[in-house]
């Protein structure tokens, strides 16, 4: 690719954005950047990958945590933090890549070449998506899919301007239950071509 | 007056919730809760204008002695403590300009040289520096540059940094306590009791270099075998040089001069009759003139949330002194301890320092000040006694958690910003023996000094 692209996936739990996602990756032929950077920023120190990965993507708790001067205690807020600098230092090196969640919508809005989509889904098909990955019955599946799109919302209207899967703050947000997850990639591998001619 | 109670309460106890949640920045919290106090306690219930005035207390301003008290103290009244706000704001600016010069790192380089960069002597050393330097500067500034340094000398000579910074922010707290320009607790105490920077040394200095003992004693035995430099190829190794720290000569020896002359005039202000505000005001005014061509660099770096979420606290504590509320406290703590000294000193302190290990110990302090002094009246223990009993606990109690103090939360997000890692289970594993170790040495240091001898 001659000219830089970014594309930024946000989603609903159960949506099958990361399929998507790993889908558009290899369509265009770009790095996907998932938990796989938790792995790159453990490298660089004296911390597990599993302890990271304990604090991914979570909000801050209250209570247990306190802002000093812009530091904070909150390993949530520590590693999110690292992982937005890491997409910054990603992104500003001219590089293309497929980004999933990690706010990248709002840490990348900057950048003229970043796409931002939100794909989410209508509850039965996730609860199918989740019951199939997991082996759990519809109840389990429906409770999980809650509880973990609570916790995406809550961490990303936490260090983002704004909300949350607000069709303003992203380019294009489609549903991946009518089409299927190739459909739906289909979809979106034509806009970004379209959106790519155009940078 | 009960109208007045309750709405003062609840504008408190809300404010705390916020400043909890942090969902909203302190300082609005703050600010908003003293505006609802205006309307809301001194006008709509009260009704009374004067309250309103002496909470805000700009008059202060215009009293002699808020710049020079000759003699013994007075202490300043209800509401918004001035002197407090004009000193700490006098010291971010000092600070700012001798970050800037460099004088921090290369303090910090120089005492890792003297040493030969030796793992355990760098670990006692800079608790000590840690100590001496939180007697005069914030924890904050001083946790920032000795954790950097920590962690660059770690990384170099392969020892565990996070222990060594655990025990730095321990002395850092320690160290702030044992002088009234320390910790903010203690400058509020101070200010608004009418004690000197001597009165602290003497008092809360003397069991802080005790309590120092103990616990550079304690971290070397828990953290001895985490010193261990894991290097022993004895390869020549790359040392920063601490000259490279210096950003300019000029400032940098400027600054040292200021810092110095700060540290004569809060040691000497009994004598000299300048007041912390003068202080305060006279090193701010002093690194503006000497710093001009960097002043507004330094004037962005100070802290004004912290400053303004102050006024807003004094208001808010103000409502609750003016309504009477912090007087039913201390009556209640008169009954339960019965008049028994002991059992007095012991809530005090224990009540200070649990409280302080989990919510901010600045609005406790303010809130408790009022309260000691109605104690005194009540049951005649000496005020000085209660001072300083509230202001150890206020100050290490705030040591055993990762949020009950300042210098915590910047050293563990120094750590894990250095992707280092450190939470409650490890912090407190080490940290709150610490804190226990240090109030029992305190509890009996009181006990002794100010119950048992009388001195």
């Known amino acids: 690719m001659d000219k830089q692209l970014i594309i930024s996936i946000s989603r609903e739990y159960g949506s099958g954005g990361h399929i998507i996602a790993q889908d558009l990756a290899e369509r265009f032929g770009i790095e996907l950047v998932d938990n796989s950077l938790l792995s790159k920023i453990a490298e660089e120190g004296e911390i597990s990958v599993h302890e990271i990965a304990k604090f991914d993507e979570r909000p801050k708790r209250p209570f247990i945590t306190r802002t000093v001067r812009g530091y904070t205690n909150s390993p949530a807020q520590n590693i999110a933090e690292m992982q937005f600098d890491y997409l910054k230092k990603l992104a500003a090196s001219g590089q293309s890549f497929v980004v999933v969640g990690r706010c990248s919508d709002d840490v990348l809005k900057d950048y003229k070449c970043c796409v931002s989509i939100f794909i989410m889904a209508d509850m039965p098909h996730k609860v199918q998506h989740i019951m199939g990955k997991f082996e759990m019955n519809k109840e389990e599946a429906e409770a999980l899919i809650k509880k973990k799109n609570a916790k995406r919302k809550e961490y990303h209207n936490r260090y983002c301007t704004g909300k949350w899967g607000d069709s303003r703050n992203y380019e294009m947000c489609i549903s991946s239950s009518s089409l299927g997850y190739e459909k739906t990639a289909d979809i979106i591998e034509a806009y970004v071509k379209e959106r790519y001619e155009k940078l | 007056m009960l109208a007045a109670q309750i709405v003062a309460t609840v504008i408190f106890v809300v404010m705390f919730a916020f400043i909890v949640t942090e969902k909203i920045e302190r300082q609005y919290v703050s600010l908003g809760c003293a505006a609802l106090v205006i309307i809301f306690v001194f006008g709509v219930c009260m009704r009374d204008v004067q309250a309103i005035i002496d909470t805000l207390a700009f008059k202060d301003f215009g009293k002699l002695s808020f710049w020079y008290a000759a003699g013994e103290g007075e202490g300043e009244g209800a509401g918004i403590n001035w002197a407090t706000i004009l000193f700490i704001f006098g010291m971010m600016v000092m600070v700012e300009g001798m970050a800037?010069?460099?004088?921090?790192?290369?303090?910090?380089?120089?005492?890792?040289?003297?040493?030969?960069?030796?793992?355990?002597?760098?670990?006692?050393?800079?608790?000590?520096?840690?100590?001496?330097?939180?007697?005069?500067?914030?924890?904050?500034?001083?946790i920032l540059f000795l954790a950097a340094v920590t962690i660059e000398l770690a990384r170099l000579l392969e020892f565990d940094p996070v222990v060594v910074i655990l025990s730095e922010i321990f002395c850092a707290n320690l160290g702030g306590s044992a002088t009234m320009c320390g910790d903010p607790p203690n400058i509020i105490i101070g200010t608004s009791l009418g004690y000197s920077f001597g009165d602290f040394v003497a008092n809360t200095g003397f069991m802080a270099v005790i309590s120092l003992v103990f616990i550079i004693t304690y971290f070397y035995l828990v953290f001895r075998n985490k010193l261990v430099n894991k290097d022993a190829s004895g390869a020549t190794k790359n040392y920063p040089n601490p000259s490279e720290a210096i950003q300019n000569k000029g400032s940098f020896i400027i600054s040292t001069i200021i810092f110095l002359i700060a540290v004569v005039l809060l040691v000497s202000h009994a004598q000299t009759g300048l007041t912390v505000a003068t202080i305060g005001a006279f090193v701010a005014i002093l690194t503006m003139i000497t710093s001009f061509k960097d002043l507004k660099e330094i004037m962005k770096k100070v802290d004004y949330k912290t400053l303004l979420f102050f006024?807003?606290?004094?208001?808010?504590?103000?409502?609750?002194?003016?309504?009477?509320?912090?007087?039913?406290?201390?009556?209640?703590?008169?009954?339960?301890?019965?008049?028994?000294?002991?059992?007095?000193i012991a809530i005090v302190l224990w009540v200070s320092a649990i409280a302080s290990a989990f919510v901010d110990n600045i609005p406790f302090a303010a809130?408790?000040?009022?309260?000691?002094?109605?104690?005194?009246?009540?049951s005649g223990v000496p005020l000085t006694t209660l001072a300083w009993t509230l202001a150890i606990g206020t100050?290490?109690?705030?040591?055993?958690?990762?949020?009950?103090?300042?210098?915590?939360?910047?050293?563990?997000?120094?750590?894990?910003?250095?992707k280092y890692s450190i939470g409650w289970g490890k912090y407190c594993k080490y940290l709150a023996p610490a804190t226990i170790i240090v109030m029992i040495v305190c509890m009996i240091c009181i006990y002794v000094r100010y119950c048992g001898l009388g001195v």
């Open chain 2, 311 to 344: 006024i807003g606290l004094f208001v808010v504590v103000g409502g609750l002194e003016q309504t009477g509320i912090l007087k039913l406290i201390a009556d209640f703590i008169a009954k339960i301890s019965g008049g028994n000294i002991y059992i007095m």
């Open chain 2, 100 to 142: 800037k010069a460099g004088f921090f790192r290369w303090l910090c380089l120089c005492i890792a040289k003297a040493v030969k960069y030796k793992p355990t002597a760098v670990f006692v050393t800079f608790m000590l520096m840690s100590f001496v330097l939180a007697m005069f500067i914030d924890s904050i500034t001083v």
């Open chain 2, 395 to 418: 100050d290490i109690g705030g040591s055993a958690t990762p949020i009950g103090a300042s210098a915590n939360v910047v050293g563990i997000a120094v750590l894990q910003k250095n």
């Open chain 2, 367 to 378: 809130t408790m000040i009022p309260v000691i002094k109605n104690l005194t009246e009540i």
